[in-house]
Nanobody, 115 residues
Framework: QVQLVESGGGLVQPGGSLRLSCVVSGIIFRLDAMGWYRQAPGKQRELVAGISSDGNTNYAAAVKGRFTISRDNGKKEVYLQMNSLRPEDTAVYLC?????????WGQGTQVTVSS
């Protein structure tokens, strides 16, 4: 059974940092693309950052320069380092694994940026 479990969310003040982690189990994922998405109340889910199997990354314009995605294939983990957080970054952050014929999601971790 494939599972993606996110952690690391929480409440942080504007300008602060958080590091999200996503642990993957039940699948060999070194050949799959991984991504972090977010969904705020009343808004559509949006891609925040993605990383390919060979480490190429892409970012949403709103987070470029502030967020960094990385992966550790040996540990089967994906990370999202979030710096200079803003109130508009408040959302549920979800981890996604996508490969040939497969598309899996975690349940998400809440990130709240507020003073």
């Amino acid at each position: 059974q494939v599972q993606l479990v996110e952690s690391g969310g929480g409440l942080v003040q504007p300008g602060g940092s958080l590091r999200l982690s996503c642990v993957v189990s039940g699948i060999i994922f070194r050949l799959d693309a991984m991504g972090w998405y977010r969904q705020a109340p009343g808004k559509q889910r949006e891609l925040v950052a993605g990383i390919s199997s060979d480490g190429n990354t892409n970012y949403a314009a709103a987070v470029k320069g502030r967020f960094t995605i990385s992966r550790d294939n040996g540990k089967k983990e994906v990370y999202l380092q979030m710096n200079s957080l803003r109130p508009e970054d408040t959302a549920v952050y979800l981890c996604n694994l996508r490969g040939p014929g497969r598309d899996y999601w975690g349940q998400g971790t809440q990130v709240t940026v507020s003073s």
